[in-house]
C-alpha cells in the first residue's frame, strides 16, 4: 500500500524554540523566556533563538524547495495576547498573517499548535494553570486565534505534549512556582483545567470555523520487561497513567478508570466542578496529532523510583505501579534515547484502534551534534546519515502501519529547522536546516542544507515510495 496522494510531508517547529524577537513587536514574556533550564544548558541568547521571526520568509522558501505540503508551527500566546488576556498585539497578529501568506504563496498547509510550552508569564504570576481562571485565558486566546486566521487555518492543535508538562513538569514550566502542599495534586489539578480548557476550545473552533482541531500529547507504548504478570499489569498502570488519561478524556470526554484509581489512591484526584464532566463529553475531537520518539519499557515496583529523569523522552516511574527500566533490545542515540522504530508502528496501531480516529504525526526525530563540514561544492553541510537511517526506519513502519490499516494523513518530523533543544540548547539539533549558531556565539545565523535535506525531498517527490 502506498502513502494517500494528499499525504501531509512536512516537518515541524515551535515558537519560543525557533522564533527569537521574545521581547520584540509588542510580545510579553513567556514562562520559556525566562526559563532556567535554557540557562542550565547554556543558551546565551533565546532572545534571538533560530532567528525564524525575521527569516520565516528563507525558511519557508527551503521548505518549499524540500517539497513540503505542510508546516506545522506555534503560535505563540504571548505574542498575541502580551498578558495571556486582554489587549490584543495587532503586530503579533500581522505577523502571522505574513508567515501564512508565504506559506499559501508555496502551497504548503498550516497545521497550527494553539500552545507549546510557552503560557505567557503574566498567566503563570497568577498562579498558572494552577489558576481555574486560565481556563478561560486559553478560551479567549482561541477565540482571538478563530477571529483572526480561522478561515485561514484548516488543521488546530490544542496544547503540545500535555501529558509531559504533567509528568516533567520542572522540565517544562508547570512545576508550581507558589508553594503548596501537595505539589503532584497541584499537577494533576492543572491538567484538569487543561483538560476543560481544551474542550472549550474544541467546541469554540467547531462552531467559529469549518476547521478540523485535535489533541497533540507525546504517545510512548509501554512494554512488559518480562513475561511476568507483575511486569504485564505494570506495563498497564504506566500505559494508563502515561498515555490513555489523556487522550481517553480528549477523545472519550471521561478519566480512564486506572489513571483514575491511581489518582485516588495518590490522594491526588482533582477539584471537579459541576458541568466539567460535560464539557468533557461535548469536545468531539476530529484527529489525533500525536509525538513520537521512543517506547518505554517498564517492570513491576519495587516500591521506590528508580530513574530521576528530567527529558521527557526518557522514562519515568511511579512508586507502586510501575518502574521504568532498559530496553537491552533497543539502540540508543547520543542522548540516551532508545531507538525504537517497530515501537512506531506498534503505537500508531494502538492509538487507531483505541480511538478510531483519523492520526497526524506531529513530531518524530533525532536529536544530534551535527558537524558543519565544506561540501563537494564548497558549501557548508551536515552528512547526518544518522538522521537519515533513523527517519528512513520510521517511516517504512509508519506505511507498514498504513497498511495494517492506520488511518494517517501526515507526518512532520522534528524538526524543519535547528532550534534550541529545551534541554541541551543549541548542542542537540533536529533539523533538516542548519541554523549557524552555537551556544555561546550567534554567528551569522546563515541557513545551510543537510544530507537529510536532499533525501527528503526525494522522498515527498516519491510519495514515500522510495526511501532510498
Not at 149 to 173: C, P, S, V
Amino acid at each position: 500500500m502506498m502513502f494517500p496522494n494528499n499525504f501531509l510531508w512536512g516537518a515541524s517547529t515551535s515558537a519560543y524554540q525557533c522564533e527569537g524577537a521574545a521581547t520584540s513587536y509588542g510580545k510579553g514574556l513567556s514562562v520559556m523566556d525566562v526559563s532556567s533550564v535554557f540557562q542550565e544548558c547554556g543558551v546565551t541568547d533565546v532572545e534571538v533563538a533560530s532567528d525564524h521571526y525575521h527569516r520565516f520568509i528563507e525558511d519557508i522558501s527551503l521548505m518549499a524547495e524540500m517539497g513540503f505540503k505542510a508546516y506545522r508551527f506555534s503560535v505563540s500566546w504571548s505574542r498575541i495576547l502580551p498578558n495571556g488576556i486582554g489587549e490584543v498585539n495587532e503586530e503579533g497578529i500581522a505577523h502571522y498573517h505574513r508567515v501564512l501568506d508565504e506559506l499559501e504563496k508555496h502551497h504548503i498547509e498550516p497545521i497550527v499548535t494553539m500552545y507549546h510550552f510557552d503560557l505567557p508569564l503574566a498567566l503563570q504570576d497568577k498562579g498558572g494553570w494552577s489558576n481555574r481562571s486560565t481556563i478561560d485565558a486559553f478560551t479567549e486566546y482561541a477565540s482571538v486565534l478563530f477571529s483572526h486566521f480561522g478561515d485561514r487555518i484548516k488543521y488546530w492543535l490544542t496544547i503540545n505534549e500535555q501529558n509531559m508538562m504533567i509528568i516533567h513538569g520542572d522540565a517544562l514550566g508547570t512545576s508550581s512556582h507558589r508553594k503548596v502542599n501537595n505539589e503532584k495534586k497541584d499537577l494533576y489539578q492543572q491538567n484538569h483545567h487543561m483538560l476543560v480548557a481544551q474542550a472549550k476550545v474544541m467546541q469554540l473552533c467547531h462552531k467559529m470555523t469549518d476547521a478540523k482541531i485535535g489533541p497533540a500529547p507525546n504517545i510512548s507504548s509501554v512494554y512488559p520487561a518480562t513475561p511476568h504478570p507483575d511486569d504485564m499489569l505494570a506495563a498497564s498502570n504506566a500505559s494508563a497513567i502515561r498515555n490513555w488519561l489523556y487522550l481517553d478524556a480528549a477523545v472519550f470526554g471521561k478519566y480512564n478508570s486506572i489513571a483514575w484509581s491511581f489518582m485516588e489512591s495518590e490522594g491526588i484526584i482533582p477539584d471537579i466542578h459541576e458541568g466539567d464532566m460535560e464539557v468533557l463529553k461535548s469536545a468531539q475531537p476530529d484527529f489525533i496529532a500525536f509525538n513520537y520518539y521512543s517506547n518505554m519499557t517498564v517492570q513491576r515496583s519495587r516500591g521506590e523510583s528508580i530513574t530521576q529523569v528530567k527529558d521527557q523522552q526518557m522514562g519515568e516511574s511511579e512508586p507502586g505501579y510501575f518502574e521504568s527500566v532498559p530496553n537491552h533490545t533497543l539502540n540508543k542515540n547520543e542522548y540516551g534515547w532508545e531507538i525504537d522504530p517497530i515501537g512506531f508502528r506498534y503505537c500508531l496501531r494502538e492509538v487507531w484502534d483505541r480511538y478510531s480516529l483519523p492520526m497526524i504525526v506531529t513530531e518524530n526525530g533525532l536529536g544530534a551534534k551535527d558537524i558543519l563540514v565544506i561540501g563537494d561544492d564548497n558549501i557548508p553541510t551536515v552528512i547526518d546519515d544518522y538522521r537519515i537511517d533513523y527517519l528512513r526506519a520510521h517511516i517504512k513502519q509508519m506505511r507498514l502501519a498504513i497498511e495494517d490499516g492506520c488511518d494517517v494523513f501526515g507526518y512532520c518530523p522534528w524538526s524543519a529547522i535547528d532550534l534550541v533543544s529545551t534541554h541541551q540548547g543549541m548542542n542537540k539539533r533536529y533539523g533538516f536546516i542548519y541554523v549557524n549558531r552555537d551556544e555561546f556565539d550567534l554567528k551569522d545565523l546563515a541557513r545551510y542544507k543537510k544530507k537529510s535535506f536532499y533525501w527528503y525531498q526525494s522522498v515527498i517527490s516519491k510519495n514515500g515510495t522510495s526511501l532510498d
